[in-house]
């Protein structure tokens, strides 16, 4: 890892000087600097030496690890991978690089590319018998409950790539999902609307495959829309990572204990599936259709503002971009794209959330607290404008973090300093009591 220790002008190294006041002790704690961003503090004697741990619920001050795969300057609503701006990679690149990027911290050359993308074809289907585990559920399971059980029944089909400790399992391991999930979520759609699963097509493009196997049927041929599959690729590209968030941190610590990488990202899923979370999306069309006219938006703000109302705007906000959401910029323009490749010019959910932002980004209130439009904000209009229902959102987004949770995961792996995650508390319970027998409890 290229972290070093923070040196002054005088060559020595850079520490925070902490001062007990219970005892006058005085601690010297080494200041850790990165290759950009804010430096860190490095609290590991901290405990040793003063005999307190950290309080930091909801981890706003704390770095869980280091990691050279993405890097966010949310003042300034910057996203980079490998160095890469989010909106050249969109523009410019496909997801199957990023893919790549991420896993192998480069871009690929031609050869490499080629290389990747077939081995990633090679690895689309799902055994037979997984198809089997879709019939155990309801029809009108929600697809993400779906996800978590079939990713993680990946770890009873693939033993030859769960040994956390060999190189190539990882990669393994690392192709099928990334290769995988596509089939996977296309199948839990088929499964909820009744249609028969469609086998992957390995002669299509990654997006235009997951595509081809959403919306095409057995008895009829299917014909993806170019432009609406180069969308659905950008929209892969745009939540292929996102540093430490709940889910990347959901899959590190569960990974940490030496848990199988299908495991680890089935236990991402459920962490993504939260409405503050991945789970936004589905909740941003919601309460588009809630709102209803654009003349309602007024009441929808006032009750975001009101403290007595636990309403919020959906989509507006970030625990870490204090800015515009530079994902959420890439994503208006593709959804204008979209809504103009399939004629929808009056879409009325379009319209609400057209003036929502106008007005949230004129308010006191939203200004203040920097509450800026983020990426889920358009995505669902567009994935609605495709033909997804709101409860595959969601879905879409754990498909397309799959490779920046594995990515994560194998970077944590493979760091020789790795150590099973376990935080601390602030015990505030009861202190040692006597066990009362239970006639003798009132
Ligand atoms: N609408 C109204 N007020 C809001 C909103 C919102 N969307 N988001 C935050 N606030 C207010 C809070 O009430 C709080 O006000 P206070 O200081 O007066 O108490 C203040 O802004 C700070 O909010 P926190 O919840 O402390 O901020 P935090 O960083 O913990 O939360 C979060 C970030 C969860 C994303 C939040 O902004 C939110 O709930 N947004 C809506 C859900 C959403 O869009 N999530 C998607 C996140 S992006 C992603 O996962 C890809």
């Not at 055994?127 to 089997?132: S, V």
């Not at 003349?295 to 109302?309: G, H, L, Q, T, Y």
Request: with cysteine.
């Amino acid at each position: 890892m290229s972290q070093t220790t923070q040196t002054a002008g005088d060559g020595t190294a850079e520490t925070v000087t902490l001062i007990d006041n219970r005892t006058g002790k005085k601690i010297d704690l080494p200041i850790l600097k990165g290759s950009t961003g804010p430096d860190v503090i490095d609290i590991r004697k901290l405990y040793g030496a003063t005999g307190c741990f950290t309080y930091d619920p909801g981890f706003t001050s704390t770095a869980s690890c280091d990691s050279a795969i993405t890097y966010i300057d949310g003042d300034e609503g910057v996203l980079l991978h490998r160095g890469y701006p989010i909106d050249q990679l969109a523009e410019s690149s496909d997801f199957m690089e990023v893919c790549y990027l991420l896993l192998h911290g480069e871009l690929p050359n031609a050869a490499q590319k080629t290389e990747f993308e077939a081995t990633i074809t090679r690895h689309t289907m799902v055994h037979e018998q997984l198809t089997q585990f879709y019939r155990g559920f309801r029809r009108d399971a929600h697809p993400m409950a779906v996800m978590c059980g079939v990713v993680g029944a990946l770890s009873a089909f693939y033993h030859d790539s769960t040994d956390i400790n060999d190189p190539k399992q990882r990669m393994i391991a690392s192709h099928r999902l990334i290769a995988k999930l596509p089939t996977i979520a296309a199948m839990a759609y088929k499964y909820s609307v009744g249609q028969p699963f469609m086998y992957p097509r390995n002669d299509l493009g990654y997006a235009e495959n997951f595509l081809y196997m959403t919306f095409g049927v057995p008895c009829e041929p299917y014909k993806v829309n170019p432009v609406i599959a180069k969308a659905m690729d950008k929209i892969f590209i745009l939540h292929a990572d996102h540093e430490q968030n709940a889910s990347t941190s959901t899959v590190r610590l569960a990974g940490s204990s030496g848990a199988n990488p299908f495991a680890c990202i089935a236990a991402g899923i459920a962490s993504l599936w939260g409405p503050a979370h991945g789970g936004a999306n589905e909740a941003v069309l919601k309460m588009l259709e809630e709102i209803k006219t654009v003349d309602r938006i007024p009441e929808f703000i006032n009750r975001a503002k009101d403290k007595n109302d636990n309403f919020r705007l959906m989509g507006f906000g970030h625990r870490v971009y204090k800015n515009y959401d530079p994902r959420a910029k890439v994503m208006q323009q593709t959804c204008k794209e979209v809504l103009a490749e399939l004629g929808i010019k009056d879409d009325p959910l379009l319209d609400i959330a057209v003036e929502l932002e106008r007005i949230a980004l004129s308010d006191p209130y939203f200004i203040e607290k920097k509450l800026y439009p983020n990426v889920d904000f358009y995505s669902g209009i567009i994935l609605k404008a495709i033909g997804f229902p709101t409860s595959m959102f969601t879905v879409l987004f754990a498909l397309a973090r799959t490779v920046g949770w594995i990515s994560q995961w194998k970077e944590m792996i493979e760091d020789p300093g790795q150590k099973i995650g376990r935080p601390r508390q602030l015990y505030m319970g009861q202190t040692p009591r006597d066990y009362v027998p239970v006639e003798k409890r009132g």
